[in-house]
């Protein structure tokens, strides 16, 4: 079972920066055995919907959220591990920053590998 650990939010003054880590346990994969179609973050403010932040494609292709593009870059750290760069941080930035992962094992796709979240506070 593939699972995935977040790791680095905490509080954060505006224009500040941070960097969350996503962590792949749980199974052989890897970017490497090319058994990742994506790792992806969400994040989620008390009272809104998730909504999406930035998607790695096991191809190198990022994509980005409009409200996070120029200030958030999501990049691969090693084989397993995908981290979200987050710079200007600004109070609208405040969420629970939620990391997915979507394994790929010989074309069938297993979705929805969520982690638990890390809490990110934007505030002076």
């Known amino acids: 079972q593939a699972q995935v650990v977040e790791s680095g939010g905490g509080l954060v003054q505006p224009g500040g920066s941070r960097r969350l880590s996503c962590v792949l346990t749980?199974?052989?994969?890897?970017?490497?055995?090319?058994?990742?179609?994506?790792m992806e973050w969400y994040r989620q403010a008390p009272g809104e919907r998730r909504e999406f932040v930035a998607r790695?494609?096991?191809?190198?292709?990022q994509r980005y959220a409009a409200p996070v593009k120029g200030r958030f870059t999501v990049s691969r750290d090693n084989e397993t591990t995908v981290s979200l760069s987050m710079n200007n941080l600004k109070p609208e930035d405040t969420a629970v920053y939620y990391c997915?992962?979507?394994?790929?094992?010989?074309?069938?796709?297993?979705?929805?590998?969520w982690g638990q979240g890390t809490q990110v506070n934007v505030s002076s």
């Open positions: 790695l494609a096991g191809d190198g292709t």
């Open positions: 997915n992962v979507d394994i790929d094992v010989n074309g069938i796709l297993y979705t929805d590998n």
């Open positions: 749980g199974g052989p994969y890897s970017f490497y055995k090319e058994t990742i179609y994506t």
